[in-house]
């Protein structure tokens, strides 16, 4: 399962980022996204091509191919 499988205000844990890459990775790591992190998706933008999350407080905006590659459970 990943973020797009989310419905709107539903919360689940980050459990893998092992399929994005490392530049990548650590962009969302200085932005609080990190396995194990509490993560909310708030709404899904632009014909859902965009997902709007929120972690730790902070919203972020993720392009569905990031999306894709972040793995959660909820």
Request: a negative charge; glycine letters at 2%; aromatic letters at 6%.
């Amino acid at each position: 399962m990943n973020i797009t499988d989310l419905k709107r205000d539903e919360k689940a844990i980050i459990v893998s980022l092992k399929n994005v890459e490392k530049r990548f990775m650590e962009r969302l790591m200085d932005l609080g996204i990190y396995e194990s992190a509490r993560v909310i998706l708030l709404n899904k933008l632009a014909f859902d091509k965009l997902y709007l999350i929120e972690v730790d407080d902070i919203e972020i905006c993720l392009r569905k191919e990031d999306a894709l590659n972040i793995e959660v459970r909820k």
